[in-house]
């Protein structure tokens, strides 16, 4: 009973703060808590995906609004006049916090930073061929290939920053000063303290934004710590709360909470090697599948969001109708014995540690998978050891994490995972010739309705040969005071809210 | 004595050169990869190459270690894969903060433990004694981390005397320095405290039934200057050893008090460095370390001839 009155109090209290909430009000400090700052503040020297910081004192061309399509941000409008050339008119009269102009020059200069040696996004911008001014506001880039997703790149991926001022810092000045366009312009950096400082920019381009003054964001490693400061308002945001302290911080109430998945496509399951005895037969991958009871793993673990392949619902290249296959144990007996394995058989489950739902996980799945006479051994690696491990190709049947591969096009979850050329093959080494091509001819056309039946079709092909199983996706969380509004997760790749959204009630 | 001194800090090349080579090569013993362990499994193989070749890492492990002693002698340390700054200016900025909290630590250890080892010798089976022991029990056996949480909830939650994290240098700003070493310092000083107050003790009571004892106070001494000069003096020798090596291990930083306490230190440093496989950070870090030791053995050693004035070094 108490279970179920706590959601409907938690909705009420959401629908009556979205109506109060109404109006955003000026002003305001937002002091937001961090297991770490990330070592370079210059977007192009990305090492994965980093931190909210990364993204205060920038912006992109266009921005995913939430429904996921596409907005201007410092592209008014946009052209696709053919699969591999996309045009950009720029929105005049932007300047850097520097007082340098925004214009094509600037557009052209970022995106050969990005290609260049110096970048960490080279090799996703590897795609672009030429870029061209029209004239002062207007970008033609052409593309060595047609590359679909390419919008999402430059949404999630593209941020400016400002040429002049890299070129006055050097690319080691500008790593602990970014200059941009953005709401938030950075004032400093303490390393010592662990205390990073923006404050407002009051010449933004978007009018009557953004709402706050400041925002400080302090480093604090450890999770204890970092709850025992939102409780005494020493931070009014956490930027990743252990869902273990969750009903701690319930009873303190006056916190908000908000999944910190956001819209992305991260997904958490357990994949098979499709190369190799005994997950080589199809039929072996889907006893598996039905022998896994996914919501008792799901009450299990606690915190887990189901999915039912290999994309989120949230994603428009997932079928809202796609098949799935539910729990069953006696349609698995039956797939094993068609498969030759009556007697079972013995696997190694290989997971990494430092995560307690990942040992949940593995724990579960050992016991339901041992109905059907499959005996899992589990071994915990470290990270990188098991990715290795797997990229040698040494691995029946792992644990694993995918964040999408940093993008919110359904491209990132299914041609990087499952076309048989991709670099991430390796995940799962799943090979089907007719998936290739319908994921291929998909990367190819623009339009989305189009794309969306290719993928749709590639899910349905990839759900019934299995070769991984998705069981669902651990969720941590966002934390913050209920005085704080406008948190929707879901720049870059889904993960965080736009700075300029942000108020705070005082 | 100079030429001790002298020799005993020849002795610290071999032993510098050997710990050099032991961490040099242990941790790329470790599997795994700097650019997996930074980039996790978005890593593409262009990346892994290229991180790998910026850092040396494609040359054999012997020249790469040739390599890096002849710069390390110049005193350029070069540049942590992580986060590709300078490493003097990451020790610049972390050895303060380390060495800070060790001291303060240490003089909180040492100002509860000496009284109280004293106390707990003299007054032998009393209830007093009882009391202490059982304190120095629970420090010895309650981890310091939780002990940090514990004292941040107290003091900082409940009671907000204290801030709850965070460093502030004790040079530019004594008082707010002060206040946020404190309940870190005191976290790891009372563990160490513990161990200290039972040598002192065990020491003490040792000393206490020796036949000096005896005649001092026969010669109508008074029971604290036997105490304080006679008993106490002579239990500083093996106490020096267990406190230099007790500075030794705090001036490298406690990783998880500096944790639980956000304190940019040294011990942080490391950890994160080997998980990161920055191996650069790592073999500075403990080189330093060793450097440390060695000086602070030295120092302890130096120490004894002034305590004890029979030890003479030639």
């Known amino acids: 009973m108490k279970k179920t009155i706590t959601p409907i109090i938690l909705l009420a209290l959401l629908l009556f703060s979205c109506f109060v909430s109404a109006s955003p009000q000026y002003g305001g400090i937002l002091k937001m808590g961090t297991r770490l700052i990330q070592p370079s503040l210059d977007p192009h020297h990305d090492m994965g995906f980093g931190g909210f910081e990364k993204y205060v004192a920038f912006n992109t061309l266009i921005q995913y609004d939430q429904n996921l399509e596409f907005q201007a941000e410092l592209a008014e409008s946009w052209e696709i006049p053919d699969n591999i050339t996309y045009i950009f008119y720029l929105r005049k009269g932007v300047r850097f916090h520097d007082g340098t102009e925004f214009n094509a020059e600037a557009v052209k200069w970022n995106f050969e930073r990005m290609l260049s040696d110096y970048s960490q996004v080279r090799t996703l911008f590897d795609v672009i061929d030429t870029i061209e001014l029209i004239d002062d506001y207007t970008v033609k880039i052409k593309l060595k290939h047609p590359y679909a997703p390419f919008l999402d790149l430059v949404a999630s991926n593209a941020l400016m920053v400002s040429p002049a001022a890299v070129e006055k810092m050097g690319n080691e000045g500008f790593q602990k000063h970014p200059v941009g366009t953005g709401p938030f312009v950075f004032e400093t950096l303490d390393r010592q303290k662990g205390e990073l400082v923006f404050v407002k920019n009051e010449n933004y381009w978007r009018e009557s934004r953004p709402y706050l003054d400041k925002i400080i964001i302090r480093e604090i490693p450890d999770d204890q710590t970092r709850l025992f400061a939102l409780q005494t308002g020493d931070i009014d945001y956490d930027n990743n709360v252990l869902t273990s302290n969750m009903d701690e911080l319930r009873k303190t109430g006056n916190i908000k909470f908000v999944s910190i998945l956001g819209k992305s496509n991260t997904i958490d399951f357990l994949t098979f090697n499709c190369q190799e005895e005994p997950f080589n037969n199809k039929k072996v991958r889907q006893a598996v599948s039905y022998a896994l009871d996914q919501e008792t793993i799901a009450q299990f673990i606690g915190h887990t969001e189901l999915i039912y392949g290999p994309l989120p619902d949230t994603s428009w290249g997932s079928n809202p109708d796609k098949p799935v296959r539910k729990y069953d144990p006696e349609k698995a007996r039956k797939l094993m014995i068609e498969a030759g394995y009556e007697n079972g058989f013995s696997v190694k489950l290989k997971t990494w540690s430092n995560d307690p739902k990942r040992d949940d996980l593995a724990l579960i799945v050992k016991e339901m998978l041992a109905e059907i006479n499959i005996n899992v051994e589990i071994e915990v690696l470290e990270t990188g050891t098991l990715f290795q491990q797997l990229m040698q190709n040494d691995f029946a049947f792992a644990s694993m994490h995918w964040g999408g591969g940093g993008s919110l096009d359904p491209n990132g979850n299914l041609q990087l995972l499952f076309d048989s050329r991709s670099m991430y093959n390796w995940i799962s080494n799943y090979r089907n010739i007719e998936v290739d091509t319908l994921l291929q001819q998909a990367l190819e056309i623009t339009d989305r309705s189009e794309r969306q039946k290719l993928y749709w079709k590639a899910e349905e092909l990839i759900i019934e040969d299995q070769p991984m199983i998705w069981f669902g996706r651990f969720v941590d969380y966002i934390a913050y005071s209920s005085k704080v509004h406008g948190v929707e997760p879901l720049k870059p790749a889904g993960y965080f809210p736009f700075p300029d959204e942000i108020w705070i009630e005082n | ?314």
Not at chain 2, 22 to 44: E, M, Q
Not at chain 2, 58 to 77: N, R, S
Not at chain 2, 112 to 139: E, H
Not at chain 2, 259 to 279: C, Q, W
Request: charge should be positive.
């Open chain 2, 1 to 314: 004595m100079a030429r001790y001194i002298v020799g005993r800090c020849l002795q610290l090349v071999p032993t510098l050169l050997g710990i050099s080579i032991i961490c040099f090569f242990l941790i790329r013993l470790v599997p795994g990869d700097p650019a997996l362990a930074i980039l996790g499994i978005s890593a593409t193989p262009d990346d892994i190459e290229y991180i790998r070749e910026l850092y040396g890492l494609d040359k054999p492990v012997f020249i790469q270690y040739i390599i890096w002693v002849k710069k390390v002698l110049c005193l350029d340390f070069g540049k942590s894969i992580y986060s590709n700054e300078d490493i003097s200016g990451i020790l610049i900025s972390r050895v303060p903060v380390s060495f800070q909290l060790a001291l303060l630590s240490m003089f909180i250890s040492l100002s509860i433990s000496m009284p109280a080892g004293i106390i707990s010798a003299v007054k032998r089976n009393s209830f007093l004694d009882r009391l202490i022991c059982i304190f120095t029990t629970a420090g010895i056996s309650i981890p310091g981390f939780w002990l940090g949480i514990i004292l941040i909830y107290v003091f900082g939650v409940v009671f907000p005397v204290f801030p709850l994290y965070g460093f502030v240098n004790i040079f530019s700003d004594f008082t707010e320095g002060l206040k946020h070493l404190f309940l870190p310092a005191f976290t790891l000083g009372l563990s160490l405290a513990s161990f200290t107050c039972r040598m002192t003790r065990a020491g003490m009571i040792g000393v206490l039934n020796e036949n000096y004892i005896i005649t001092a106070r026969a010669k109508g001494l008074k029971e604290a200057t036997v105490i304080t000069k006679h008993a106490f003096r002579n239990t500083l020798i093996p106490l020096t050893t267990v406190i230099g090596i007790q500075t030794g291990t705090v001036l490298g930083g406690s990783a998880l008090i500096e944790v639980v306490f956000a304190l940019p230190g040294l011990g942080r440093l490391l950890v994160d460095s080997i998980f990161t496989r920055d191996y650069p950070v790592v073999q500075i870090i403990v080189l330093l370390y060793a450097i440390m030791f060695v000086l602070i053995n030295l120092l302890s050693d130096i120490l004894y001839t002034f305590l004890d004035p029979r030890i003479v070094y030639s």
